[in-house]
């Protein structure tokens, strides 16, 4: 007797998905936990210790204002600056919880020690399941890994800056530039968002001559923002 082959039972169905949603939860906390070791040394070389270093993973969490709050310090800015650079970067976050909340259904201290892990990983790791379970289960696995790996790889990284001494002998302080790099990359393949980075950058670069250290960066922030405000063609 020949004809297409059985589904498996509904229990191994559920299983085998769990299975892919922590097998690709873990890779992409590996990859991204990692990453922590740059800002480690990044850090350290922008004049924080070690303890600042780990307190801004522990309680900040966040690498993209964690790389903006110490490279402003690195500049020469002032710390009014560096938290408002930090903070203008982290705001993303909030709406990301505004997709997560109802999706993940948490309420009380679940929710709040949720709100820790929230992060560009976790985010993307939950919202793209269909079934709420799955979509906890990748945005634990994500975030809780990432948020073990960041800070272990945090102490490493400043740990190792502090013996070798000042990075940028060796040039590493252009870790800071390269870093913001690479989390803007991917997300510029739309045309739009191309445009406001280039808008972005020209104006935070006419901006740096004439302004204190940090202003440029938050100027820059500002156009990105009144860009996302303007009508999109097609769009409702």
Do not use: K
């Amino acid at each position: 007797m020949t004809g297409a082959p059985l589904p498996p039972p509904p229990g191994e169905s559920v299983t085998a998905e769990r299975r892919a949603v922590v097998r690709d939860s873990l890779g992409v906390a590996l990859a991204t936990g990692t990453y922590g070791v740059s800002f480690g040394a990044v850090s350290v070389a922008s004049g924080l210790s070690v303890a600042q270093t780990c307190a801004l993973s522990l309680v900040m969490f966040t690498g993209a204002s964690q790389f903006a709050l110490v490279g402003v310090v690195a500049s020469g800015g002032a710390p009014v600056s560096a938290a408002a650079t930090a903070w203008l970067l982290g705001t993303r976050n909030t709406l990301y919880g505004l997709r997560l909340g109802p999706l993940l259904g948490w309420r009380g201290r679940r929710r709040a020690l949720g709100a820790h892990l929230v992060i560009d990983e976790s985010t993307a790791m939950s919202v793209t399941r269909g079934d709420p379970a799955l979509a906890r289960l990748g945005f634990l696995v994500t975030g809780g890994g990432i948020f073990v790996l960041w800070n272990l790889f945090t102490l490493l990284g400043a740990v190792g800056g502090t013996v070798l001494g000042d990075p940028r002998t060796y040039g590493l302080d252009a870790a800071v530039g390269a870093a913001f790099l690479a989390l803007l990359w991917p997300r510029l393949a739309d045309p739009v968002h191309r445009v406001a980075a280039l808008l972005a950058a020209a104006v935070a670069l006419g901006l740096v001559p004439v302004t204190a250290a940090g202003v440029p960066v938050l100027a820059a922030g500002g156009v990105a923002l009144l860009m996302g405000l303007l009508p999109r063609r097609g769009a409702p």
